[in-house]
């Protein structure tokens, strides 16, 4: 089986599993325990906020993780429990779990905003910047890439340039498509930024929020008062060792896996048929996602053509596949015949060229038989 759908979830990573497998048999104890196996399994969760912090090249002086269930668990803490009133500010091309919340928001009558997106499905950035300025912007939260198109918003620059307009506004970025697969350089302006352990090849049921250490969290979860009372619940200690080792693994090899899935990005986008497919990804998106239409085809129907000849892909989001159309692509202003084609495929550095060969020549002739059907 092909799999093109990393972008919902990736294949562990064996690698990573293996090195975390201790803490599952061996050192199972509880990390709050106070005798030496607590300690050390204690040890290697700290170890693990560690390389979070490591990987985006930021300082434990300045920066702390807290350690969730999921990245939803993290864009729900961020927009949740850091800014109590004032006026919330958020994009049209969020994922569910930041556009849910802000809907939440609404609900419980505080003041919120959308700005727009460009056809990419990137913030514009023009707007974004009249709206807080006119808005006084407390909470503001813009992706840092796309979960649908591939869109990368330099959140670095956003937080800088809104940081001009107001030093007090509180600044989230989800990085859950990001983490693991983009270089960047990690500004001081960023206050939050959410991540996410089964996107990179660790495991579903870990997530992580990396804070400014001066920013005040108010809790999401009450109980025992782990991670620094701002997240209770006995940690994860295996998902979280596999989430490090599987994050260790992707910052080693980040700028040759990058170059790698770009070239079957590219060679994807070059190959399939001009006729009937249009991309929808920008130039400049991630090369770890490619969104693309068959105009004239429905998308979910080509989706299971190619499931049987074994090549797995997305049609849209996966959290949003039972909606009929996809609520970001449709704010990034394409029409339905667009919209009902659309298919989502998303690399992970396991993939070769020999799959991105496959794919093509199946998409191909998937899409021109179902045409040719439904015309
Ligand atoms: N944010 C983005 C951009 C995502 O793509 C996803 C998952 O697809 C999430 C958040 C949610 O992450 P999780 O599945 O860990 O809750």
């Known amino acids: 089986m092909v799999y093109f759908d990393n972008a919902a979830t990736t294949k562990p990573s064996e690698h990573a599993v293996k090195k975390a497998e201790k803490y599952l048999y061996e050192e199972f104890y509880n990390p709050s325990a106070l005798y030496h196996g607590g300690l050390s399994a204690s040890k290697s969760v700290k170890e693990a906020k560690e390389t979070v912090l490591k990987n985006l090249g930021i300082s434990s002086s300045e920066y702390e ?187 080693l090899d980040l700028k040759s896996n990058y170059d790698k899935v770009k070239k079957l990005n590219e060679y994807i986008r070059q190959n ?32 299971h053509a190619l499931e049987e000849k074994g090549i797995i892909v997305g049609n849209g989001s996966a959290c949003s596949s039972r909606n009929r159309y996809s609520r970001v692509l449709k704010a990034c202003g394409y029409d339905e015949k667009i919209l009902d084609g659309v298919l989502r495929i998303s690399f992970s550095p396991d993939n070769t060229m020999e799959e991105a060969i496959s794919f093509a020549v199946k998409a191909n002739g998937c899409a021109k038989k179902l045409k040719g059907i439904m015309n």
């Not at 910047?129 to 956003?158: C, L, P, Q, Y």
């Not at 107001?166 to 693991?180: K, L, R």
């Not at 001009?274 to 989706?303: H, Q, T, W």
């Open 65 to 251: 993780v807290v350690f969730t269930s999921c990245g939803t668990e993290s864009d729900n803490q961020a927009v949740f429990c850091a800014v109590k009133r004032g006026v919330f500010v958020t994009d049209l091309g969020e994922h569910s779990a930041i556009n849910k919340s802000f809907e939440e928001l609404v609900r419980q009558k505080k003041e919120v905003a959308f700005v727009s997106l460009n056809s990419d499905g990137s913030v514009n950035f023009s707007e974004l910047k009249k709206t807080v300025k006119e808005k006084k912007a407390n909470f503001v939260s813009i992706m840092h890439v796309n979960n649908e198109t591939g869109a990368i918003n330099d959140i670095s620059r956003i937080a800088d340039e809104l940081k001009k307009i107001d030093p007090n506004i509180v600044f989230h970025s989800d990085g859950v498509q990001a983490y693991g697969k983009i270089p960047f350089s990690f500004s001081k302006n960023l206050d939050m930024y959410s991540v996410s352990a089964h996107k990179i090849g660790g495991l579903k049921g870990v997530g992580a929020l990396v804070k400014k250490r001066k920013l005040n969290l108010s809790p999401l979860i009450f109980g025992g008062g782990q991670e620094n009372g701002i997240r209770s619940g006995t940690e994860n200690v295996f998902g979280i060792n596999v989430f490090r080792f599987a994050g260790e693994e992707r910052y």
């Open 272 to 303: 399939l048929d001009k006729e009937i497919f249009r991309v929808i990804s920008g130039d400049n998106a991630s090369p770890y996602v490619l969104c693309v239409s068959a105009v004239g085809c429905k998308g979910e129907v080509l989706m």
